[in-house]
């Protein structure tokens, strides 16, 4: 399974190598006054932090009497410039380790040292087995915290540890980039040539050494052969020729934030490792992961998945099905049942060991303890209900080609209804027809013994937004009465605040820009896929020719959110936008207007549209200004980047246009 690093994320993307290509300047477990007394990285000034050592090494290797497993070795050396950044040295990481089941990825070694210069001379710090946390974080992970000690300005502090791991068949992703800069980075594989990998350096960055190799080694292999009596076992010595990798990076620059990522995991630079076949001598060719047809008839016959979505006939006990109710209500009806009776512990999982009733009874579980036993209900009461695997946001993005099953995290349940595909996730509190915002992220794998096929997981999910603002003029100052609504994903976003707080604190959040004075803030109306919020407010303005009105407030983008000229990384809307504003002007006897220009354009190929114009009532003095945007597409390549920001300055800055009064 695929271990997660939370060693320092990588959290956005920038260009990866500085073409300087020296000899390795700095070493694991030699600190130098030299390094202790160096205060910035030469080839990226402002970093707060270097990584002047890290490397990796993966080995497929053979354990008498137990089998291949994999040996794992992470070594990390980090030099600290800036005090502010002693928390660097707190430290988190997670591997593979379930509760069930016999194979395990295991702990065998961790240690560290922190390394400060005190009057010229190099004091070093070990880290203690007290500053050492492994706790099982789920069912399927464990967690490592590691806290360094006597953490100082200037200092330096590396660590390392190995894992073994059971699952033979995966080597785990190898980050090339972190969240800052990067002096020296090597990863290293040696496996038996049996074993084929589809190998990639994805992101953009440049080796300065790729090297391939080759060693002999003999095994005792145990070979198990079957009788009439049973099973019977022999040692036999096999040499076993391994391929080896060592491939090489230097001064790496450092990922850095963009907005609207949707998956931090895909964006910096690495090395992936994809296993496609075995093929042992004398036996036959054992493949995995050739395509996503062979994963789907995997899980079908799963115990843990394709058997579990048939088991659905508990559900009779709990819900008439004599009823002669439309597949809508019934699935609705069954979708309210899991969601009251259940609840989700905050684990991801696309499969489950649990019945319906024990999980019932027990009252909460998983994503694959919930949805899994779910659709199984709705299948069992006619309603033909498939899972959709998925990676949620943050966890990556499935390969269209090749399947992992340490890509997947989740699953869902897609139902067909009324001749149409209709998602839920029994495990959030939205209304039935919707996914919680985790799960809007590219394309799922509906898994089917007929119509397995990719499935776009943000459908036409959407959030809008409507604001309606009457101004007045009242000697100096300018009132402003404001009516918000939102729907459907806004509207969302705004119940999990009040369910996390309350309304009082929701509302503190809402006050307009601060050159505005708050008088009353209210929610009109609540339900579940909308809010309406009633707001009061003036600002004062002074007693000039010219007065400049904001005429609109509650703006999604009050400046361009996209301030690089290039970006590598995917723009990822979670859903498509729509923005309604409408502003009603009351002039009073003392002041005219210039007409505002009236704009009606498609933005960026047609994927955002916005539309501008104004109107003037004068029998009632009232101006009226509306502005409609929608962003209907969700997900932008690096290479549209240029026309989405020029969008974005379009439309911000039509949106933040002053209407101009005249005083007469």
């Known amino acids: 399974m695929k271990t997660i690093l939370k060693l320092f994320y990588i959290i956005s993307i920038s260009f990866l190598s500085v073409s300087l290509v ?28 270097m990584v ?21 070795e992470v070594k990390k050396q980090i030099k600290i410039f800036n005090s502010e950044s002693n928390d660097i040295g707190n430290i988190e990481f997670y591997f593979y380790s379930p509760k069930a089941g016999s194979a395990k990825v295991k702990l065998r070694s961790l240690k560290g040292k922190t390394y400060n210069l005190i009057n010229n001379k190099i004091e070093e710090t070990k880290l203690l087995d007290e500053n050492i946390f492994e706790t099982q974080f789920n069912n399927y992970y464990k967690k490592v915290t590691i806290a360094m000690p006597n953490m100082q300005k200037n200092c330096v502090f590396e660590f390392e540890y190995k894992l073994v791991s059971d699952y033979y068949t995966n080597i785990n992703d190898w980050n090339v980039q972190e969240n800052y800069p990067v002096l020296f980075n090597e990863f290293y594989t040696s ?35 079957y009788n009439e009596i049973g099973a019977k076992y022999r040692n036999e010595q096999v040499n076993i020729v391994y391929n080896s990798r060592a491939i090489v990076f230097e001064n790496v620059l450092p990922v850095e934030d963009e907005p609207f990522t949707a998956n931090k995991a895909d964006i910096g630079a690495k090395i992936t490792h994809q296993l496609i076949m075995i093929q042992w001598p004398n036996e036959p060719v054992r493949t995995f992961g050739t395509n996503y047809q062979a994963l789907n008839n995997e899980l079908l016959v799963s115990e843990t998945f394709g058997k579990k979505i048939k088991d659905g006939d508990f559900i009779k006990n709990y819900i008439d099905i004599t ?22 512990d905050g684990y991801n999982h696309y499969r489950t060991d649990k019945s319906g009733k024990t999980l019932l009874k027990e009252g909460k579980g998983d994503a694959g303890d919930i949805n899994l036993n779910y659709i199984a209900a709705l299948n069992y009461l006619g309603i033909p209900t498939f899972p959709v695997l998925l990676s949620t946001r943050g966890n990556g993005t499935l390969h269209p080609i090749y399947p992992d099953y340490s890509d997947f995290n989740y699953v869902v349940g897609v139902s067909v209804i009324n001749e149409k595909l209709v998602f839920s996730d029994a495990t959030s509190d939205l209304p039935f027809g919707y996914l919680p915002l985790r799960c809007l992220n590219g394309n799922g794998w509906i898994v089917s013994e007929n119509g397995a096929d ?31 609504q939102h729907n459907n994903y806004f509207a969302f976003a ?13 509302l503190k959040q809402l006050n307009p820009e601060s050159e505005f004075k708050l008088d009353s803030i209210s929610i009109l109306e609540k339900k579940p896929n ?31 959110p996209f301030k690089r000229e290039i970006r590598k990384s995917i723009i990822d809307f979670p859903f498509m936008e729509e923005y309604k504003f409408v502003t009603i002007i009351t002039l009073n006897d003392n002041y005219t207007y210039e007409t505002p220009v009236n704009l ?20 009632l003095k009232k101006l009226t200004i509306i502005a409609d945007l929608k962003i209907s597409k969700t997900f932008y390549t690096p290479e549209e980047y240029p026309d989405l920001k020029s969008a974005f300055d379009v439309m911000v800055n039509k949106l933040n246009e002053p209407v101009v009064l005249k005083k007469i």
């Open 530 to 560: 909308l809010i309406k919020i009633r707001e009061l407010f003036s600002t004062e303005i002074n007693d000039e020719n010219l007065i400049y009105i904001k005429p609109f407030v509650h703006l999604p983008y009050p400046s361009n």
């Open 323 to 344: 009823d002669d109710t439309s597949g809508l209500v019934r699935a609705e009806k069954v979708y309210d049942f899991f969601t009251n009776k259940t609840a989700w």
């Open 191 to 225: 496996v038996p040539e049996y074993y084929k990998y589809q190998i990639n350096i994805v992101g953009g960055a440049i080796p300065v050494k790729d090297e391939k190799s080759t060693k002999s080694q003999v095994i005792n292999y145990r070979v198990e052969t």
């Open 22 to 49: 020296n000899a390795q300047k700095y070493k694991y477990g030699k600190v130098t006054n030299e390094l202790l007394m160096l205060n910035e990285c030469d080839f990226f000034k402002n970093a707060d932090a």
């Open 494 to 506: 705004d119940l999990e605040k009040i369910k996390k707080s309350n309304e009082d604190e929701f």
């Open 600 to 619: 009606n354009t498609m933005l960026n190929e047609n994927s955002m549209s916005l539309k501008y114009t104004s109107s003037y009532t004068a029998s």
């Open 454 to 484: 990719w499935i776009n997981m943000k459908n036409d999910f959407s959030g809008k937004r409507i604001v309606q603002t009457e101004i007045t003029i009242d000697e100096n100052v300018l009132n402003y009465s404001t009516k918000i």
């Open 52 to 72: 002047t050592y890290i490397s990796g090494k993966s080995e497929v290797r053979y354990y008498d009497n137990e089998g291949f497993k994999v040996d794992e």
